[in-house]
């Protein structure tokens, strides 16, 4: 019965690393002249699937049998961290969002000017603070580079943020997620489920390519973006599932947000060693800063911008993303032993913020146990513990400060833990 799913698995294991291999002979000419109006054909088909909720702006609805679904998920997860590296006296990495390519150091400055409905007590003028970003591929094994499905993540953790926080295993940080696609992989829980099930099985690739339950739209958003990457500091990164954004005027609103570089680079991926996107990383950051705008889009149809549906992507056109605020990421060495192991235990989870933003979707509420128990899982396996981080952390060989880890200057550490 599972012979069919394993040659499936097999064949594209096979097949797409090649593939990818001629990624920088075209795909730069496809995604620029194919991408948008497969993607505007690919969402009518979703959207002609779609079934009314009668929710309203901001609206959220459980799922039925929400609750077990999480559990679903969680045991499935944990037990593939456990199967993966419990008894093999191997490093336990992150079940999604796996490889690591960097942590890096950077400052997240939210603008000097915001109209006063932007403004909430973590984005207020000209407010700074320290930030981490782990920029990482999908998983859920660390293999070479090329054979890993082309969906890059980012990780961001806010320093110094006051206020009591939703998760109250760290007090004074705040986090933000990431892929470099503007859906995500699944639609809704009921629906990871079915794809965490495949990845303990060792055939995610069925998931979608079943035909009796198939998820071929999904696959194709998916690969719109999946690509070979030439480096992981040019990508956008979408959080594909919303959030509330309450400025105190009474009327919270739903956003997604999006990080955009501020400068468009176009670099040819490749030479595909293991670590090639690290590499990149490494030989930019030695030699320029980098700089995101983080852009927020409202919501303002529920049912063209749906809550609980994650395979919609909401319309630039109908609203358009408003930019509050920049990641500065200053030339910088990251490769530091000490660092990678810092990032592999740093725990990333959206509900590490304050109740003004606070996730919605069935997907995000899932994020808060999933993500909570499966960090859990990989640090008890490799004998660590849960860290909340300052952003004053040293990582160089010799212990002491290190130069290119400082921060640019004295104002970016205006906000620290009290």
Known sequence: MRIIPRLVQSTTDTLIPRLRRLDPYYRDHFDRLARGPLQAFTQGLIRLRQRPTGLGLTEERP???????????????????????????????????TKTYGLVRGVFRVNDYLAPHLRTPLFQPGERYL?????????????PDIEDNGIL?????????PGPKLLDDERHTVDFSGISAPTFTTPDLQENVKLQQQVGLGTPAWYFLNPFDSHYLDMVMQGLYARAHANPLHLAYHSCVPYLYDNGDGRPRAIKYALLPRRQTHTRAGPFTPNYLR????????????????????????????????????????????????????????????????????????????AEHRPLGNQNRARRAIYYATSRTRQAINGEQHIEPTGHERFDLAGEPDSDNAPESSEETAHEPV
């Open 279 to 354: 590499d990149a990383m490494r030989e930019t950051l030695a030699q320029e800063p980098v700089s995101f705008d983080f852009a927020i889009q409202f919501q303002t149809d529920p049912r063209a911008m749906p809550i609980e549906n994650a395979a919609i992507v909401w319309s630039t056109r109908d609203s358009p993303l408003v930019r509050v605020a920049r990641l500065d990421l200053h030339m910088q060495r990251f490769d530091y032993p000490a660092q990678d192991a810092f990032a592999r235990n740093l725990t990333i989870n959206p509900w590490h913020t304050i």
């Open 153 to 161: 993540s980012i990780g961001l953790k806010l320093m110094g943020v």
């Open 131 to 143: 930030a981490y970003a782990r920029f990482g591929g999908p998983g859920p094994r660390v293999v």
């Open 63 to 97: 799922m039925e049998d929400e609750a077990a679904l999480i559990d679903d998920i969680t045991d499935l997860m944990n037990r593939f961290l456990e199967r993966e590296y419990g008894d093999t006296g191997e490093t336990a990495e992150r079940a999604g969002n």
